[in-house]
C-alpha cells in the first residue's frame, strides 16, 4: 500500500512521515511577499538601527509600523493553498482588527479585533507592551504565551486567493511583529472556508438574547464559540444562559439547546470551588480570566471563554444561527434574573462561499470599554 498526502491540508500526527508534494511558506516583515529565499533580504526597516555594526541579513526588518487610522496588508497569497499557523507579538488592542478574504471577495470571511480572535478579549493596550495583564490560553487551535504571544492554528484553505490585512484603529502607530506560515498545492474540492465573527452588545437588554452569530448561509461546520463578559449591576451567579444552535429550517426553537454558560464551556456549578472561581484553560475548553475587582477604576469583574468544536463540530447545510441568554438568578425568591451585562463573542466556522456581508462593525469608541 502506497499512500501519500498530496494536498496543501495538514490532516494530523500521522500524517507527517507521508510524503507530499505541497510547498511551504512564510510571511513575515522579513520575507513580506514569502518567496523562496526571500527572507532576511531587508536594508531598512524597525531593526537598522539596532543592526547598524552588524549589516544585511541580522533582523533590519523584525516588523512592520501601521500608522494610526491605516490599513497594512500581511499577506496576499496566489492559491491553491492553505494557512497553516498565524504568529502575533507585542502589544495589543481591541482596535487592531484582522480580515481575511477568501478567493478574491469584496466582503471579509474574518472580522475581529485581534485581541477576541485570540481568545483575549479583555487585554488592555498599554503604552508599554510589557506591563499590564496577562493571562494564558492553551488550547489546540489557540494559544497566548507570555508575554502575549499570540498563535492561531486553524486549517485555513483557499482555491484562488488569500489577502489578510489588519487595520490600525487607534490614535498611535503600532509596530506590528507577525508571521504567516502557508502552504501551497492542491486543495480539495469539497473543503470549505474559515470564517470568523466578532459581535458585542454593551450592555445586554434585559430579556434579549445576545446574538452570536446570523444571517449565515450556506453549507458549513461551526467549530468554536469565544466569549467575553463583563458584569453590570447585581451580583450573585450570572451564567444561567442557555446558548441555542438553530440549524438550517429553524425558526422559533432550536434544534440544540445547552443548560446553561458553564456548562457549555465544560464547567459545572458555576465554576467554584472552596467559595472561589476557578479558572482553566485545556485543548478544547476553557474559562481562562476571572479578573476581580483590582482598583478603583477597574471596578467590573469580567470572565473569559472559549469553547471549540474540534471533536463534535456542529454541521448545518443551509443556515445556522447562535443566541445565548444572558441570565442569573435573584438572591431572594430563587428565581431568575434577567441581566444586563456586557457581551462579547467571536463565532468560528466553515462554509462554502460566497460569504454574506456582516453585521457594521463597532466604532472605535464602542470597542473601548476600559480605561488604562
Known amino acids: 500500500m502506497n499512500l501519500n498526502c498530496d494536498t496543501a491540508l495538514s490532516l494530523g500526527l500521522g500524517t507527517l512521515p507521508l510524503l507530499s508534494n505541497s510547498v511551504s511558506r512564510s510571511i513575515s516583515p522579513e520575507n513580506p511577499n514569502g518567496r523562496p529565499g526571500g527572507g532576511g533580504r531587508a536594508t ?43 504568529w502575533f507579538g507585542g502589544n495589543v488592542s481591541k482596535n487592531l482588527v484582522l480580515r481575511i478574504y477568501w478567493d478574491g471577495q469584496s466582503n471579509p470571511s474574518v472580522e475581529c479585533p485581534i485581541t477576541d480572535f485570540f481568545a483575549y478579549g ?19 487551535p489557540v494559544a497566548v504565551n507570555p508575554n502575549k504571544g499570540c498563535n492561531c492554528f486553524w486549517t485555513m484553505p483557499f482555491q484562488k486567493h488569500c489577502l489578510v490585512t489588519l487595520e490600525n484603529r487607534m490614535d498611535v502607530d503600532y509596530a ?65 444562559g442557555e446558548l441555542k444552535f438553530f440549524l438550517d429550517d429553524d425558526e422559533e426553537f432550536p434544534t440544540i439547546c445547552n443548560t446553561g454558560t458553564e456548562d457549555y464551556f465544560g464547567g459545572s456549578y458555576d465554576w467554584e470551588v472552596d467559595g472561589k472561581y476557578v479558572p482553566y484553560s485545556t485543548p478544547y475548553m476553557g474559562m481562562h480570566l476571572v479578573e476581580e475587582q483590582g482598583s478603583p477604576y477597574h471596578h467590573q469583574q469580567r470572565f473569559s471563554l472559549y469553547r471549540w468544536h474540534i471533536m463534535d463540530p456542529i454541521r448545518f447545510r443551509s443556515r445556522f444561527r447562535l443566541t445565548i441568554q444572558d441570565l442569573g438568578w435573584m438572591v431572594l425568591g430563587k428565581k431568575y434574573l434577567q441581566r444586563r451585562d456586557d457581551i462579547a463573542s467571536v463565532a468560528f466556522w466553515y462554509q462554502t462561499l460566497p460569504t454574506a456581508p456582516f453585521p457594521k462593525f463597532p466604532a472605535p469608541d464602542e470597542l473601548e470599554v476600559w480605561g488604562d
Not at 65 to 73: H, W
Not at 191 to 207: E, I, L
Not at 219 to 234: D, K, M, P, Q
Request: with cysteine; aromatic share 12%.
Open 122 to 140: 479583555w487585554a488592555r493596550a498599554k503604552s508599554n507592551s510589557f506591563k499590564g495583564p496577562f493571562y494564558q490560553v492553551t488550547s489546540l
Open 176 to 240: 506590528c511583529y507577525y508571521q504567516i506560515n502557508y502552504a501551497l498545492g492542491d486543495v480539495p474540492e469539497n473543503s470549505s472556508y474559515f470564517h470568523a465573527q466578532y459581535r458585542q452588545t454593551f450592555p445586554m437588554t434585559a430579556g434579549k438574547d445576545h446574538t452570536i452569530l446570523d444571517g449565515v448561509s450556506g453549507r458549513g461546520s461551526y467549530v468554536g464559540t469565544v466569549l467575553s463578559v463583563g458584569l453590570n449591576g447585581a451580583g450573585n451567579w450570572w451564567g444561567e
Open 44 to 86: 531598512s526597516g524597525t531593526g537598522l538601527s539596532a543592526a547598524r555594526d552588524l549589516g544585511r541579513g541580522w533582523k533590519i526588518s523584525p516588523s512592520y509600523m501601521i500608522p494610526a487610522g491605516e490599513v497594512l496588508t500581511l499577506a496576499d497569497i496566489e492559491g491553491p493553498g492553505a494557512i497553516q499557523s498565524v
